[in-house]
């Protein structure tokens, strides 16, 4: 080709391998690609660093979340201590479970990413909140009927992205002519007071898949009259709001909690 096409060429490739490089003697960055709330390891998630060196140890914020790393597993389950630009790698430390597609950027320290993190928070809080009276699946129907309501808020909480998002599409479809259903949040992680806050605010019931309510969380749900419900099998939660919009909805079985404990050391003899 003439020179200067060839001039051209040449330029938009250099241009193109520094997209492809990344500094490793840097701060790690990246995106969340998945995460997920496990039972015996806490909140995991799994990280794609696209520059820096991420190492055991460094302090973050993802979201609204924030964390300190405590270990690092890749796809063939080994440990490591240090992950360089362009590598996926597990992440154990999060305090809460980011989602997917969250920015993951490592702090100068675990106070920083603590005070972001609370920031973050509380104008999420802030942008989410309304005012409006509650409203529960037992009077779902009366609601409907009586044109009081045109559409039913949900807060949807679970234990993996994959599960809430699946829900959530199934949610939508169920809504009718008369009402809409709107997912206010679907998030992975426990019921929280912030879930039953948001569900007062904006006229909600809140539905948790494989997941339960904290102690703080179920004193306010009841001090608010906040209906919160959850599930260990799909099928029975959507099949329960269609039941509530239909009015089949049968009598709600309450688990009455006598108490909590926290088990302090196990003892053999």
């Known amino acids: ?27 790690a960055k990246g995106a969340i690609l998945e995460a997920k709330l496990d039972r015996g390891r806490g ?3 799994t990280v794609l660093v696209q520059d820096g060196t991420l190492k055991i140890g460094d302090s973050f914020i993802s979201g609204i979340y924030s964390g300190r790393v405590r270990a ?40 920083d990413a603590r005070k972001i993190s609370e920031k973050r928070q509380s104008e999420l809080r802030q942008s989410q ?12 129907f009366d609601k409907i009927r009586t044109a009081e309501i045109k559409e039913l808020n ?5 234990d993996a ?54 102690t703080e969380a179920m004193q306010l749900s009841t001090q608010e009259n906040v209906d919160v419900r959850t599930y260990s099998i799909i ?3 959507i099949s329960e709001i ?9 009598p709600e079985v309450k688990e009455v909690i006598v108490g909590r404990a926290v088990v302090l050391s196990i003892i053999h003899i």
């Open 1 to 27: 080709p003439p020179r200067s096409t060839q001039g051209v060429s040449s330029a938009a490739s250099d241009v193109y391998k520094r997209q492809l490089q990344g500094n490793p003697n840097r701060n």
């Open 43 to 45: 909140v995991a998630a």
């Open 72 to 111: 690092m597993i890749n796809d063939k389950n080994k440990h490591l201590k240090a992950v360089g630009p362009s590598t996926p790698v597990e992440v154990l430390g999060f305090n809460g479970v980011p989602e997917a597609g969250d920015r993951f950027n490592v702090v100068s320290s675990e106070a």
């Open 129 to 140: 909140l309304s005012s409006n009276s509650t409203v529960t699946l037992d009077s779902l």
């Open 154 to 158: 949900v807060i949807v909480k679970g």
């Open 161 to 214: 992205q994959g599960s809430v998002q699946a829900i959530s599409d199934e949610l939508v479809k169920l809504g009718v002519g008369e009402v809409e259903i709107k997912i206010i949040r679907a998030a992975v992680g426990g019921i929280t007071e912030a879930d039953v806050l948001l569900a007062v605010a904006s006229n909600a019931v809140v539905v948790g898949f494989n997941v339960r309510p904290t």
């Open 235 to 237: 099928y029975e939660l």
């Open 242 to 250: 269609r039941a509530a919009m239909e009015g089949l909805l049968e």
